[in-house]
């Protein structure tokens, strides 16, 4: 393939080099005179392992060159990757300046003398929307009202990190492909042919959250191993001993489980020994800004779990709560967060009912029991069978755990799941 990029940042001249590699012809365009010139002398422009390698073969075999400008390399290219900056402004948004010039470029460049459709791909990274709400209507407003038979528009974010930028290239940890439709890009799948990696094709704003919602969990990672570390330094308890034993833990610690959005957290653990954390550390004199945060985020997520799940409907209604305790298949209630939920419809004014098959209300015992009747002194009148549950035509049926599994519910039924977020 003919490969145009544009930006020789980090990421596109990176890109460059790689894709070089594997034998196509790639043009990169920089309006930085000095870099072009420099790319086109041999010498890299940043300073990664392997990339001048990389560079200077491709110039040998005459797959790669440099450019300030546009002009008529699009003509005849086969796809276009955009990896222009996205420098942060004062309130932390991005910039969002040269995506929309180059943009502009691209577009004039295709309605002035492009006949095939072409393929463009955006490696920037970008808030969420900015496909759908800044790139195709900057393609709609110069190549008309149908830009779709004139371009085709991929987001494909990047995960290259710096000091193995070009092992990560051809072995990321996944490669994300957005579309318009979320269905593949056969152009994508033969850029990619050579890379192992597992690959997701989804919507553009799917892909466009990716990046952040990956940087954000590192950063958090790092937060919260520093956060460990000075608990650790100010109770002379060796945080390398901690940290080896924590991530051993690939089944719960160092893995997928409690990472799926849904419900708040509860139970009889995981509160508990936040608040105890967080008391260990203000007794040491230690400040945990993150790990402090915990209890309060959970309680926001709680209500706005509430919110969701009463969205649209009139007080008074009929509600059928599926999923009281704190797991599906056990009548744990203490400080199930589907107990808090129980009593915000109760306060709000609605008619609730509640079917859990793990709950038999005359069971419950000791702490268990104590807690259940002091945050809801009406659980028996409460709960209903599940020949009621499945027969009565509720206003909503609200979905907080993995109990509806049982249910057979009629068809039509309005139910909002908030124990899985989709």
Not at 2 to 29: N, R
Not at 127 to 149: K, M, N, Y
Request: proline share 5%; aromatic share 6%; with cysteine.
């Amino acid at each position: 393939m003919k490969v145009v990029i544009l930006g020789l940042g980090y990421v596109g001249f990176t890109s460059a080099c790689c894709i070089a590699s594997e034998g196509h012809e790639v043009v990169g365009i920089d309006v930085n005179a000095r870099k072009v010139r420099e790319i086109m002398a041999g010498t890299a422009p940043i300073v990664e392992p392997e990339v001048e390698a990389l560079l200077q073969q491709a110039l040998a075999e005459g797959r790669i060159s440099a450019d300030t400008v546009i002009g008529t390399h699009l003509d005849a290219c086969d796809l276009v990757i955009v990896c222009v900056g996205t420098p942060s402004t004062a309130d932390g948004s991005h910039h969002m300046g040269f995506i929309a010039d180059v943009t502009h470029q691209i577009a004039t460049a295709v309605r002035s003398s492009r006949q095939s459709p072409l393929p463009v791909v955006y490696r920037s990274t970008f808030r969420p929307g900015t496909i759908e709400e800044l790139v195709w209507p900057i393609f709609g407003a110069t190549l008309g009202e149908d830009p779709q038979q004139r371009v085709e528009i991929i987001y494909n974010p990047e995960f290259l990190r710096e000091g193995s930028a070009v092992r990560d290239y051809f072995s990321p940890p996944k490669i994300v492909t957005g579309t318009r439709d979320g269905a593949p890009s056969p152009v994508m799948e033969q850029l990619n042919a050579r890379i192992d990696a597992r690959s997701f094709v989804v919507g553009y704003r799917e892909a466009e959250l990716t990046k952040f919602v990956d940087n954000s969990w590192h950063a958090a990672k790092v937060t919260f191993a520093n956060e460990i570390g000075r608990i650790c330094m100010a109770l002379s308890i060796s945080a390398q001993q901690v940290h080896e034993i924590f991530v051993s833990d690939t089944k719960l610690n160092i893995s997928p489980r409690y990472m799926r959005p849904g419900g708040a957290f509860g139970g009889s653990c995981l509160p508990k020994d936040v608040r105890a954390l967080q008391h260990i550390a203000a007794e040491a004199g230690v400040n945990l800004n993150m790990i402090g945060s915990l209890l309060r985020s959970n309680e926001m997520h709680k209500h706005r779990m509430f919110e969701y799940a009463v969205e649209g409907l009139e007080k008074g209604a009929r509600v059928l709560l599926v999923g009281l305790a704190f797991k599906a298949e056990t009548d744990d209630l203490r400080n199930s967060p589907n107990v808090d939920l129980a009593r915000k419809l109760l306060a709000a004014g609605y008619r609730l009912e509640v079917y859990d098959p793990g709950i038999d209300a005359a069971k419950l015992i000791g702490a268990n029991l104590g807690y259940a009747y002091s945050q809801l002194p009406a659980l028996e009148q409460l709960l209903v069978e599940k020949c009621q549950a499945e027969t009565v035509a509720y206003d909503r049926v609200i979905v907080s755990n993995a109990a509806a599994g049982a249910l057979h519910l009629p068809p039509g039924c309005d139910i909002r799941n908030i124990g899985v977020l989709d």
